[in-house]
């Protein structure tokens, strides 16, 4: 089964996030290869809250989204990311898969889905009803 959050990077939706994290096996972490920005939230926010809660072998899914505008970058603004940068981002973090997409091309979200299945059934992890229980109520 495969369960999808799409968490808020707001302080005040941490609890939420922390929730989510614990049951989590495959991580999708997207950014737009038209916003470095975006990259640098990956590196710098949401590669370390992940990794405080599961520890360093979380598996990872890099993938930058909007390739279809990244030629239409305006000369004012920051590059684009380029493929190979995101590429050589994805194995400094230890990501277990990287990949781009686009709204235009609706196979590469299938290709997304298809690795976190892959990645997800060699990595399931034991679930104590016992701590689930627990983390419910707020004991654990």
């Known amino acids: 089964m495969i369960n999808l959050f799409d968490c808020s990077s707001d302080k005040e939706h941490s609890a939420i996030r922390e929730f989510a994290y614990k049951d989590s096996n495959v991580f999708?972490?997207?950014?737009?290869?038209?916003?470095?920005?975006?990259?640098?939230?990956?590196?710098?926010?949401?590669?370390?809250?992940?990794?405080?809660?599961?520890?360093?072998?979380?598996?990872?899914?890099?993938?930058g989204t909007q390739t279809d505008v990244r030629d239409s970058v305006c000369l004012d603004q920051d590059p684009p990311v380029s493929k190979a940068e995101g590429s050589n981002f994805a194995r400094e973090v230890g990501a277990d898969y990287f990949m781009e997409c686009s709204f235009f091309s609706p196979n590469?979200?299938?290709?997304?889905?298809?690795?976190?299945?892959?990645?997800?059934?060699?990595?399931k992890r034991k679930r104590s009803p016992v701590n689930l229980v627990r983390r419910l109520l707020g004991t654990n």
């Open 28 to 63: 999708i972490l997207c950014y737009s290869v038209v916003d470095r920005s975006s990259l640098n939230n990956v590196r710098d926010k949401w590669i370390p809250e992940i990794r405080k809660f599961l520890g360093k072998k979380v598996k990872m899914i890099l993938v």
């Open 108 to 123: 590469s979200f299938c290709d997304i889905f298809k690795h976190v299945a892959l990645i997800g059934k060699k990595t």
